[in-house]
């Protein structure tokens, strides 16, 4: 089949040595049909978003959103052979002229990374990437405030007395928030201590909310507790949660499961994190601090990351030798970390005999935490 070179060329020459350029690439294999290439980056992006093997919905979501947003109005009719390194320097330089954050500039550069990856060393449809921008991918993301043990028990201390054990199970349970909103009664083991976290809700656009698997394989784990907040836990059941062992955990006045956005507003969060010091505080920073204090009992970064529920391809191998013994471990010496926090008075009770007519498992002693910090 005959085909036209690129462009024209001054002298035979010229053409010769292009000639022999191309005859050296097919016969290593290494010529590619600049055809290929022709395809627009819109179109081709948009089909490599569809066809992504493994994409959450809201990853879905946010690929698209980023995809219209940022990529599409300056780069969405190149071609993906004509796509040049100083074409994507331009672009970028222009996101941020134009008022996109850094962050958000960092994340349509990733993307726009990984679907020319693709288009390189899967389908082969152009030689190189691009995308080779020196910390275009880094966000340089602030660093997100951590609270002390005392102001975690402040906290859940003052919000309304329903979500209390939400506070502390997030937090010392390191569970992200679309975990922690799934859980189910029989998820939760007040015996042993732990909660089991299999499902987890995310809002999408369009559906609302919607139960689905945790965000990674390594979401679905077990999660063991401190002792000290089981009591709160143990009362929060019996008094807001149905005995249907697939009724939800934590739920409104009226039964139903919570929003993020809505939680925010049934907690007066941000006067309520703003009075205990910590104004810019997140919900998703009380995994954040659990995380944090899990790290100081000296636990391993393998057992850490278990607990976390955290997965990538590097560190999938430490995350399977991870065990519930290890978990059990970390939750035991946040425990310590609780009694300490009560003081002489704690060492006192917990000596005391138990009431006539009262339980004797150390109820009163656990749930004196929260009265006691504020």
């Not at 910390?135 to 919000?159: C, F, I, N, S, W």
Request: hydrophobic content about 40%.
């Amino acid at each position: 089949m005959m085909r036209s070179a690129p462009r024209t060329f001054a002298t035979q020459g010229e053409a010769e040595r292009y000639l022999t350029l191309v005859e050296s690439e097919i016969i290593r294999g290494e010529w590619l049909d600049p055809d290929k290439g022709a395809i627009l980056l819109k179109d081709y992006a948009e089909r490599w978003i569809a066809q992504r093997p493994g994409l959450r919905p809201r990853t879905v979501q946010l690929y698209g959103w980023l995809l219209t947003k940022h990529v599409t109005p300056y780069l969405g009719n190149v071609t993906l052979a004509k796509l040049t390194t100083p074409m994507v320097r331009d672009w970028r330089t222009k996101l941020l002229n134009n008022g996109v954050s850094v962050g958000q500039a960092a994340k349509a550069y990733r993307l726009l990374r990984a679907v020319l990856n693709t288009a390189v060393k899967e389908d082969e449809l152009i030689r190189t990437n691009p995308c080779r921008i020196k910390g275009a991918d880094q966000e340089h993301a602030g660093e997100r405030p951590t609270l002390t043990l005392a102001q975690v028990m402040t906290l859940a201390r003052k919000v309304p007395e329903r979500y209390q054990a939400l506070i502390l199970v997030a937090a010392f349970g390191c569970l992200r928030w679309g975990e922690v909103s799934a859980l189910q009664r029989c998820d939760v083991d007040l015996t042993v201590g732990t909660v089991r976290v299999r499902v987890a809700f995310t809002e999408q656009r369009g559906k609302g909310k919607v139960l689905g698997p945790p965000k990674s394989r390594a979401g679905v784990r077990t999660v063991s507790l401190p002792a000290a907040i089981l009591p709160v836990l143990r009362e929060h059941l019996r008094v807001h949660v149905k005995e249907w062992p697939h009724s939800f955990v934590f739920t409104t006045e009226s039964g139903k499961t919570i929003w993020r956005g809505n939680f925010n507003k049934l907690v007066a969060w941000r006067a309520t994190v703003a009075s205990i010091g910590a104004p810019d505080l997140h919900f998703h920073d009380l995994r954040h601090t659990g995380n944090t204090l899990a790290a100081q009992t000296g636990t391993s970064l393998r057992d850490l990351m278990a607990r976390m529920g955290h997965d990538s391809p590097r560190a999938a191998l430490i995350y399977q030798h991870a065990t519930s013994d290890a978990d059990r471990a970390v939750a035991a010496a946040l425990d310590a970390l609780l009694q300490a926090l009560n003081g002489p008075q704690a060492d006192e009770e917990s000596g005391r005999e138990a009431r006539p007519g009262g339980d004797d498992d150390g109820d009163d002693g656990a749930a004196g935490v929260l009265a006691k910090v504020g």
